[in-house]
C-alpha cells in the first residue's frame, strides 16, 4: 500500500476522533498541519518493510492544549494508521508549526467579507 497523503491522513484522523467522540482534540487537530512520511529506514518486523513518521505542526496558540491530550493523540494516530506490508508508523512528532499562508489568506478574506475588516 502507497504511504497517505496528508491530507488523506488528516481527515481520516479528525473522523476518527470524532467516532471516538474526543470532540476537543479533532477541532484541535482541524488547526494543525500533517506530513506523513516515509523514512525508508526498515522496521525489521516484516522484509522490506519501512518505518513512517507523521509530523504534526501545531500552532502556537494552542500548542499548550495540544500538550496536555498528547498522550491520547499520539496513541489515537497509531490507531488509525493502518500496519501492512510495506509502511508502519513508528514515530508522531509534535512541533510548534505556523499556519500556512493559503490559510491565513483564506482567513483574512473571510474576515473582510464579514466586515469585520476592511482596506484603505
Same mark, same amino acid.
Given at each position: 500500500?502507497?504511504?497517505?497523503?496528508?491530507? +488523506?491522513? *488528516?481527515?481520516?484522523?479528525?473522523?476518527?476522533?470524532?467516532?471516538?467522540?474526543?470532540?476537543?482534540?479533532?477541532?484541535?487537530?482541524?488547526?494543525?498541519? !500533517?506530513?506523513?512520511?516515509?523514512?525508508?529506514? !526498515?522496521?525489521? &518486523?516484516?522484509?522490506?518493510?519501512?518505518?513512517?513518521?507523521?509530523?504534526?505542526?501545531?500552532?502556537?496558540?494552542?500548542?499548550?492544549? &495540544?500538550?496536555?491530550?498528547?498522550?491520547?493523540?499520539?496513541?489515537?494516530? $497509531?490507531? &488509525?494508521?493502518?500496519?501492512?506490508?510495506?509502511?508502519?508508523?513508528? *514515530?508522531?512528532?509534535?512541533?510548534?508549526?505556523?499556519?500556512?499562508? +493559503?490559510?491565513? !489568506?483564506? *482567513? +483574512? +478574506?473571510?474576515?473582510?467579507?464579514?466586515?469585520? $475588516?476592511?482596506?484603505?
Amino acid at each position: 500500500m502507497a504511504v497517505l497523503e496528508n491530507d +488523506v491522513f *488528516k481527515q481520516t484522523f479528525i473522523e476518527y476522533l470524532e467516532y471516538k467522540e474526543q470532540f476537543q482534540i479533532a477541532e484541535l487537530m482541524k488547526t494543525c498541519d !500533517f506530513t506523513v512520511t516515509d523514512t525508508g529506514n !526498515f522496521t525489521y &518486523v516484516i522484509w522490506n518493510q519501512t518505518g513512517i513518521e507523521i509530523d504534526i505542526r501545531v500552532p502556537l496558540s494552542i500548542m499548550k492544549q &495540544v500538550d496536555e491530550k498528547w498522550d491520547s493523540i499520539d496513541k489515537m494516530c $497509531y490507531e &488509525v494508521y493502518p500496519r501492512d506490508e510495506d509502511h508502519a508508523l513508528r *514515530k508522531v512528532i509534535k512541533e510548534l508549526g505556523h499556519q500556512h499562508p +493559503v490559510k491565513v !489568506f483564506q *482567513k +483574512v +478574506v473571510q474576515l473582510l467579507l464579514e466586515g469585520r $475588516y476592511t482596506i484603505t
